[in-house]
């Protein structure tokens, strides 16, 4: 037996996260290529390929035209490129909401074609029969309450939930279907601090906050945001890094160098060898 053998890396996994309510911080960000998450793995518990993709990586004014083949070719990018984290593809607009057989025919295609961990969806009427259905056939399943950027065309604008008590209600109830429906975790998006933590003390699975304050059982940022490659920013956003200014700059520095002919140089030359 070779001496080499790489250590087999024991992926992470919905049981996994699902027993950490009430512990350790779950540290989860978003991931649409190979690149980024081989850099994110061995920092993240979860990589989420969320549909913000379209709007991240594709220029969509939103995630509504985002298919189910988008989704699982960044999935398969991701998986590649990971090891440790667990890996959760988010179920576009139209590919779930209807009848349950169609969710599951493709959840179930999402699984095979990716080789991901779980699926996630956003709440709804309809949504926890879904998930009940998905669970009991094998897929594990991510919730997500509060703010839903696939009903931005309903609501109008990208607006923070539970402000008024009929609201906050409402997504108190749903984030309770969506547990009782079997979902190992629940996404909490832009509500304030009060419901949050509200939800997370209703809820025996762990809740992971974006933009729902630090008593979530943990947080999830689109890492583009994070790493601060766009022009603005989100309110619940940290910036860690300015990687467009950085970008920007290493673009303007080769520009100059190629018109002035500094690039290529004898280093980045070939040359004959007689």
Not at 92 to 118: H, L, V
Request: one cysteine or more; hydrophobic letters at 45%.
């Amino acid at each position: 037996m070779s001496a080499h053998r790489e250590e087999k890396v024991r992926r992470l996994a919905a049981p996994d996260l699902a027993a950490r309510k009430g512990g350790e911080p779950i540290v989860c960000l978003t991931a649409y290529t190979a690149p980024m998450a081989a850099i994110l793995d061995e920092a993240c518990d979860l990589l989420l390929v969320g549909d913000s993709l379209g709007m991240v990586v594709h220029g969509l004014p939103n995630t509504v035209g985002v298919t189910l083949d988008m989704m699982i070719l960044h999935g398969q990018a991701v998986m590649r490129a990971s090891r440790r984290a667990m890996v959760v593809v988010d179920m576009p607009f139209g590919s779930y909401e209807g009848a349950p057989e169609e969710a599951y025919a493709n959840a179930a295609r999402i699984m095979k074609e990716t080789g991901a961990q779980g699926v996630k969806v956003e709440s709804g009427p309809t949504v926890p029969a879904t998930i009940d259905y998905l669970v009991k056939r094998g897929i594990p399943v991510m919730g997500h309450v509060g703010l839903r950027p696939q009903a931005v065309l309903v609501d109008g604008a990208f607006k923070a939930k539970g402000r008024t008590e009929d609201e906050r209600a409402r997504v108190l109830a749903e984030a309770r279907a969506t547990e009782a429906a079997g979902a190992f975790c629940v996404v909490v998006e832009g509500v304030a601090e009060p419901l949050a933590r509200e939800i997370t003390e209703a809820l025996a699975v762990p809740t992971v906050g974006i933009g729902a304050s630090a008593g979530c059982d943990g947080q999830i940022l689109v890492v583009d945001d994070m790493l601060g490659l766009f022009d603005w920013t989100p309110k619940f956003v940290r910036r860690y890094a300015d990687l467009r200014g950085e970008i920007a700059a290493a673009a303007r520095a080769y520009a100059e160098d190629v018109r002035a002919r500094r690039f290529p140089g004898p280093a980045e030359t070939y040359f004959s060898k007689t």
